[in-house]
T-cell receptor
Framework: DAGVIQSPRHEVTEMGQEVTLRCKPI?????LFWYRQTMMRGLELLIY????????DSGMPEDRFSAKMPNASFSTLKIQPSEPRDSAVYFC???????????FGQGTRLTVV | EDQVTQSPEALRLQEGESSSLNCSYT??????LFWYRQDPGKGPEFLFT???AGEEKEKERLKATLTKKESFLHITAPKPEDSATYLC?????????????FGKGTHLIIQP
């Protein structure tokens, strides 16, 4: 299996623009998570899905952030409008079942200027 | 609120010099404690899961242990390729998010 695949690997955008990050989880995994990593705050959970259904989005920082999982093999995290403080590395992870080991993608490094 | 504190923040060792990394946690109920390794520019890579106090797991030069308040990652006779950031994370059984709550990690450097 190719593992969790995220795209793009790097994104540079101007403040106010819409940004969409993409994730393909490992086939057969039922849970998908979006995390954000910064030097100041470390890794933080943003939102997670179980069987394509959003379970907890309490970590989403603002209404500018939204996530969808239209099917078992694809998820998006959208920021609209983007701000410089959104600059971070965003990771997607999937688990076969809830609370088992999480497999992380390579991350998307987002820079908002 | 779940809290995970890792120490030290950074550790530099000579090749072959054994040491331990600490992870202290505060949760209402521990469902699981996880150790991950993260290399620069990559996502975290799973190492171990521990579920109950007294449990131990080993993998090559690494050994993870768990008590009711903390976990240790012991590294024996490390090699330069063990250099990475080691992350500890917990899942709380007391309700709330099922995702991982991470500590900020220990940046480990092994010098040849």
């Amino acid at each position: 299996d190719a593992g969790v695949i995220q795209s793009p690997r790097h994104e540079v955008t101007e403040m106010g623009q819409e940004v969409t990050l993409r994730c393909k989880p490992i086939s057969g995994h039922n849970s998908l998570f979006w995390y954000r990593q910064t030097m100041m705050r470390g890794l933080e959970l943003l939102i997670y899905f179980n069987n394509n259904v959003p379970i907890d989005d309490s970590g989403m920082p603002e209404d500018r952030f939204s996530a969808k999982m239209p099917n078992a093999s694809f998820s998006t995290l959208k920021i609209q409008p983007s701000e410089p403080r959104d600059s971070a590395v965003y990771f997607c992870a999937s688990e076969r079942d809830m609370n088992t080991e999480a497999f992380f993608g390579q991350g998307t490094r987002l820079t908002v200027v | 609120e779940d809290q995970v504190t890792q120490s030290p923040e950074a550790l530099r060792l000579q090749e072959g010099e054994s040491s331990s990394l600490n992870c202290s946690y505060t949760v209402s109920g521990l469902r699981g404690l996880f150790w991950y390794r993260q290399d620069p520019g990559k996502g975290p890579e799973f190492l171990f899961t521990l579920y109950s106090a007294g449990e131990e797991k080993e993998k090559e030069r690494l050994k993870a242990t768990l008590t009711k308040k903390e976990s240790f990652l012991h590294i024996t006779a490390p090699k330069p390729e063990d250099s990475a950031t080691y992350l500890c994370a917990v899942i709380n059984s007391g309700g709330g998010a099922d995702g991982l709550t991470f500590g900020k990690g220990t940046h480990l450097i092994i010098q040849p």
